[in-house]
T-cell receptor, first 111, second 113 residues
């Protein structure tokens, strides 16, 4: 069945450094790849997404890249701030609209 | 737009009771997903529904769990004869037909005592 793997499970960075989270997906028919941020005790919130016809997308300090051939996609956060600390989830949506999530990355940004 | 609404926010049930979790999607959204999240863990897919249809229930336990999304009213996730292992946060998300972005509700935190 469909599967999304996410690495690393935890990531600690110094404020101002960059953070990179990587995901791979198994269903080659997947065509939409969102990223969600979940703060403690709150709902997951969509922060950026990318469709399969695009290789890269940027929104201020966050960017997402997609390599369809390798079935990899990554989240890049530059100039990290303490408020970026949260759990980040990648996801992949197939043509059947099923949305499957990775296992999450706990990001800690130290001041 | 009120966003995706889930109720109740917190639900306590004794072992053997039934739990009913409700999810009202965003206006214009007819696709609903349910996920279970254990503490410190990820979002485990349970079921994907469209109005009056279950599209994919491959993540639902075979027994005690059921879901529906009627023509009128919210989507319901029903857990019969709850056990302690059912304690978790249950999130629903909704999206538009033909759309891609899915938005989450605040979740229902179920505690089985």
């Amino acid at each position: 069945g469909e599967n999304v793997e996410q690495h690393p499970s935890t990531l600690s960075v110094q404020e101002g450094d960059s953070a990179v989270i990587k995901c791979t997906y198994s269903d080659s028919a997947s065509n939409y790849f969102p990223w969600y941020k979940q703060e403690l005790g709150k709902r997951p919130q969509l922060i950026i997404d990318i469709r399969s016809n695009v290789g890269e997308k940027k929104d201020q300090r966050i960017a997402v890249t997609l390599n369809k051939t390798a079935k990899h996609f990554s989240l890049h956060i530059t100039e990290t701030q303490p408020e970026d600390s949260a759990v980040y989830f990648c996801a992949a949506k197939s043509t059947t609209d099923k949305l499957i999530f990775g296992t999450g990355t706990r990001l800690q940004v130290f001041p | 737009n009120a966003g995706v609404m889930q109720n109740p926010r917190h639900l306590v049930r004794r072992r053997g009771q039934e739990a009913r979790l409700r999810c009202s999607p965003m206006k214009g959204h007819s696709h609903v997903y349910w996920y279970r999240q254990l503490p410190e863990e990820g979002l485990k897919f349970m079921v994907y529904l469209q109005k009056e249809n279950i599209i994919d229930e491959s993540g639902m336990p075979k027994e005690r769990f059921s879901a529906e999304f009627p023509k009128e009213g919210p989507s319901i996730l029903r857990i019969q004869q709850v056990v302690r292992g059912d304690s978790a946060a249950y999130f629903c998300a909704s999206s538009r037909p033909g759309g891609t972005e899915a938005f989450f509700g605040q979740g229902t935190r179920l505690t089985v005592v």
